[in-house]
Every structure is written in structure tokens, then in C-alpha cells.
């Protein structure tokens, strides 16, 4: 009989193969019978240009075709295929699907779609597909979708979007998918869920919306969706539950609420959820679990507290689930594992354990876990003698071990691990001979399984890297002494990142972020010296350098300059703006610097007098170059009688450089004359200030001779007063006897006429501090 049955089976198989070599297959796929006994068309090679519909047989009943780097669209090739029922085009960069691309295909039931280019889905896209069950659009380029746009699709029962840039939902956009029990939205910055966009789904069972940028929900969502049995709402901003969020959802089996920003557990918060079983809060900000928060969780087999602030798990917190199986505390670094007995003894059939990633585990830690199959205790610090820790689990199936600082498994240890049917010894630093690791590699070469991941030798160098299962135990070395100096090390409490290059990747982004550092340091201090305000009076320079003038924005300040006569002065006003003239322009004075009027005084003799003012201003905002040569020489020549004689006797010459000496000869036409003050000025800035307001006296008055006076130290007296000490004095000598015209003698003429004139400095008050 048995016989008969494999020689019917035979013959149906070769009957199959012999009836599917006469179907039409394309030679960049391959083509067979699948599972369900369907004919398959499967494209994986990746590199395609264009769909090979030509040569692709009309009765396929599945076509696959994947990527990489295929560049296809669909077009109206697919109506061809009446008997289609699944069609899966994915990562092969389609744009669009196509209004009516589908249309005739009555059979289709599954439609794959994802990781492709698609930004735009339009309702003519799903047209005739009444019998379609699952729809997978994830990972591609949708931004929104409008109303209705899947009205045709029935019968749809399940719909992935995850991964696009939807933000929206607009309303009515599940229109007629009454039937839709899986919906995933992960992915999408959605921030919020509009409750009435759910009333179309009432049957949904699966909702998944991870990683959508949301901050709360609207309860009255789960009031819409009573028939949930998971949620997923990990990775987002969530930082308080209220205790009536899941009031609505009676029926709920797994929620995931990991990642997220929670600090507590509320009592009662899932005082509805009797049918739970799985719950996650890891990754969250959990610095306590209060003692009530689980008391309705009969019926949890799964609960994962990972990588939390936990410093204690409390026995009553933990005293109701009786059910529980899988237990992950992993990474709670703050909590006392020597305190965690109690609690541990309530929960003696715990068939998974997760303590990663904590510290040394006391001795004695695992003795109510008779039943354990599954231990991961990586990340802990471990060497051969804490392994002592996992001799009360007896019936263990898979053991992790991985980054800790193993450097060798004893023979006792190693009778253990052979009764184990996965052991992961990844990322310790392996000493490779025959002390350390001579008995696991005859162990491991004898098993009857295969483990997931082999140890890899760290130790010695010429073995470092290889795998204990291509090494041969009677070649090794005998023993060898751990180097703790060496250039890497092995075991690391989060990721081997010395033995996986991650070193050269952080060591590359701190070089970014150090030169991101400078940059900003760098274009701050530009800034602020932009907006700084630098003087510089270069004083050094002031006995032998020629600096070049630059005054830049001179305005008006309290320092006045009063000329006093007995008669009308012969300078005329100005409209209210100072304006400067250079040294070297042709006039005889210091008439070009003109100034605001001042109203005229009265003197005891009723003598009236018109006053010029000088103003200026030397701005803290503004960079000025000052003066450095400030004393000129006068040029050689005759002096008239009252001039001459004034000067030669107190007139100071200072030392001329070649600048000096230029400067001088373009000023002798002026007639200029500077004489030395007793007073000390202090920077060249303020001295080229209080040159410019300086007395000047014109030829032949009768206070020219005493300029003498006044610079020996004397105050110069007249009949108006005493001029005050601070004062320069500038006699204006006559032009030489070779260059006097006729109208010359005529102005000096009606000068000496006049009573004496003398212009001197009655207000200087204190110049602004150069720095």
C-alpha cells in the first residue's frame, strides 16, 4: 500500500514538472509551482528596465519581482494576467501604479506595492478590485490621500501605509472598508488621530501607529474601535496616561507603549485590560511601578520594564501575575538585584529572563528559576567564576553570554553549556588554547544542533577573528596569559565597536562635531568684532612714521571756540555744519574750518563781538586715524619784525623725518606756523584735537609778541584778561616781502586799524578716552 501511494505521488509530481517545462517563463526569472500548487514567475536578479510581460505565460497565477536597482512600470500589461492572485513589485522605483492598471484582474487577492516611488494614489487606481484582501503601500513617497480614494477595495482586510510623509488624515479617507481588521500607519508624522476618521473601520482588531509624532489621544478613538485586541503606539511623545485612556478597549491583547516619554504608571491604568497578555513599557522614564498598577493583569505572560529608571520592582506589584512568563528588567542600572529575591520568588514560572546589561549578579540571584529556558545575562561584567549564577536553571535551551569579559569556558562550565541547544559567546575577549577554550571547541564540534553564532577568538593575534569551529584543539597553544594592554578589547556593555570599525566611525564624528565647535566660535567672534568699536592712536609711531589721516564721521560736540574783538569779526557764519580743510589746502588760516555762530556778547566797553564755533566729536562707535606727526617745521625765510621776533626765541622745532619735511614744505605756503605748547596733550588724537582748537593770532596784532609769554609758562595778558594757561597759541606771520601785492598791504593796513584781536580758547573740556 505504501507503495502504491509514493508511486501515485511520483507520477503527480512529474506530471506537474513536465506540465509547467510548457509554460512560457522570461530569462531573467525563474518560474515553478508554489505551495499552494499555483504557477509563479519570481524576478530577483534585480536590474531590470522594463516589466518582461511578453514572455510571462497568461495562466501565471503569482509574479514577483524585486530589486535592486529595477526601474519598471506596470502600464496596462498586467490585464493580460486573468488568473492573477498575488502580485508582489517591490523596490523596483515605481512611480505610479496607473488608473485602471488593475482592471479585469477579478482574482487577485494580495497586492505589494512597497518600497517603490509612489507619491500619488488616486481612486481609478483600484477600480474592479472588489475581491482584493491586503494592500501594501509602505515605504514609498505618499504625502496625502483624498477622501474615499479606497471606496473600491470592498472586501479589503488588511492595509499598510507605514513609512510614507502622510500628515493628514482627511475625513472619510477608510470610506467603505467596513471590513478592514489590520491597519498600519507607523511611520507618518501624523501628530494626531481625528476620532471620526475611524468610524468607517468599526471591525479594526490590529491598529499600529509607532513612530507618528503623537502626544495624546483622543479617548473617544477607542471608544470607536471596541473590537482592538493590539495596539501599538510605542516611539512616541507620550508622557502621561490618564487612568481611563484604554477604559473603552475591553477586549485588547498586546499594547506596546515602549519608547515613549512615561514617568509613571498610574493605578488602575489597565484595571479594564483583564485579556492582556503582552505589555511593553520599555524604553520609557519609569522611575517607579506602584503597587496597584497591575492588579488587573491576571492573565499577562509578557512584561518588559527595560531600560527604565526602575531602582526596585516591588513584590506587590508583581503579586497577581500569576501568568507571567517572560520577565525583562535589562538596563534598569540603578536597581539592587540583591533586593530583588523577594520578588523573584513570587514568580517561580518564569520561562524567560532578560537581566542585561546591569552589574554583577549576586550568587543565589536565579535559584527560584527551575523551569528557566531562556537567560540572557549579556552585558554584565561577567568572568568564569560569577557563571557560578546560573547553576540553579537546570532546563536552560538558550543561554547569552555575549559581552562580558569571558576569557575561557572551564570544563565544568562547559558540561553545562553542551545540554544547551543556543549559547552566544559573541564579544568577549576569547583567549583561543588549550586552558581556555580547548574543551568547548571538542564540545562544539561534536554537538548534534548548530548554534545561531560561534565564539570568536580574541587572543592571540594570529587567531584573532577566527571562529572555535574551524580551529583544530591539538594545534593550539598550550597557555596563554590575558595582555590587559592590548590594542583592543573584546568585550564592550553595549556594542563591540572596536572588533565592528565602529571606533574609526565615532572617531570620525567627533572630528565633524569638533570642527562644527570652531566654526560657530569662529563666526561669533567675527561678529562681535564687527560690532566693536577699536581705536588706534598708534603712539609709537609718533617720532619717526608718517600715518595717514582717516577721520570718519566727525560731528558736533561741547567743545566751542570763542573769537573775541572790538569790532566786527570778519568771518562769516555758517549754516550750523562744521567742514574741514585739509593742512595743505591753499588758505591763510584757519578760516576754512568754519562753525556754527554764536550769539554775539557784549563786553564792559559795549564792544559787541561775533563768535565762530568749532564742534567736534570724535565717536566711541567710529575708528579714527589720528595725526602722528603733529609738529611742522617752519620753512625757512624772513619773518616780519613783531612775528619774527615772537618766534625766535620760543618757537620749538622738532625733529623732522622725511614725512615731517614733506609735510612742512606743503604747508610753508600757508604760512603756517605751530607753535610748541607747554601743555601735554597725551595722544596724538586729543593733541591734533586741541591743535584744531587752537588761538590764532593774525600778523602784526599786538598779542603776537606776547606768544612768547603765554609759552614760557606766563599767562599772556591783555586788556580783556588773563588768557588761560591751557591755551595755544598760532601766530600767523606776513607773507615774504616778494610775494606782498598792493591789496596785501591795503588788508594789513585796515588790520592794524582794528583794536587788538585775539582769539583764544575759553572752553576745552575733556576730549573722549581713545583706547
Known sequence: MLVKWFTLCLAAMLFLLAHGSDRKCPIECSCGIDEERRFQTICTKGGLTRFPFEHIDKDVQVIIIQGPRNTVTIGQFLRNFLKLEEMRITDSNLPVIGPESLWGLQHLRILDFSRNNISLIQQSHFRGQNNLLELDLSKNKIITMASSVFCNLTDLRRLNLADNSIGELVQRIFFMLSKLKYLDLSGNPLQELPPDVFRDVPQLKIFKCRNCQLKKINPQLYNLLPQLNELDLGRNEFKFLDKDEFRDIKHLRKLLLDGNQLSVVVDELFRSQKNLQHLDLSYNRLAKVPSDSFLSLTNLTFLDLSYNKLVRLEPQSVRRLSHLQTLNISGNVHMNLLEMRETFDLLPHLTHLSIADMNILPVGLLNPFKHLRYLNISGNHLDVLSLQVIEPCQELEFLDLSRNQLHGINEELVLRIQAIRNVRLDNNPLICDEC??????????????????????????????????????????????????????????????????GLNTLAILGGVIFVLIAIIIISVAICFSRNRARYYTREDNLNGSEDKCLEKNVETTNTTITAHSNGSANASPTNGTSKRTPLNAQSNGFESMASEPLNPKKNGDNVEAQANEINFKFPID????????????????????????????????????????????????????????????????????????????????????????????????????TMPPEAIVVVLPPPPTTMLTTELQQQQHQQQQHQQQLLHLTTLEPLVSVN
Open 436 to 501: 581556555h577554550m580547548g574543551k568547548l571547541i571538542d564540545v562544539v564540534r561534536q554537538l548534534q544542533w548548530k548554534w545561531e553564532t560561534y565564539p570568536i577568538c580574541f587572543l592571540p593575534k594570529t587567531l584573532r577573528g577566527a571562529e572555535i569551529t574551524d580551529l583544530d584543539a591539538n594545534g593550539l597553544d598550550t597557555c596563554l596569559e590575558y595582555i590587559t594592554d592590548e590594542e583592543q578589547n573584546a568585550a564592550s556593555t553595549s556594542h563591540n565597536f572596536l572588533e565592528a570599525g
Open 622 to 721: 567710529d575708528r579714527v586715524c589720528t595725526i602722528d606727526e603733529l609738529m611742522v617745521a617752519p620753512p625757512p625765510g624772513p619773518l616780519s619784525t613783531t612775528t619774527a621776533g615772537a618766534n625766535s626765541s620760543s618757537l620749538t622745532k622738532p625733529p623732522m623725518s622725511a614725512a615731517s619735511a614733506k609735510d612742512a614744505s606743503s604747508c610753508s605756503s600757508l604760512n603756517l606756523r605751530y607753535l610748541a605748547s607747554p601743555l601735554n596733550c597725551g595722544s596724538t588724537t586729543a593733541r591734533a584735537a586741541v591743535a584744531a582748537a587752537a588761538t590764532v593770532i593774525p600778523p602784526g596784532a599786538p598779542s603776537a609778541g606776547a606768544a612768547n609769554t603765554m609759552l614760557s609758562g606766563t599767562p599772556l595778558t591783555h586788556h580783556h584778561g
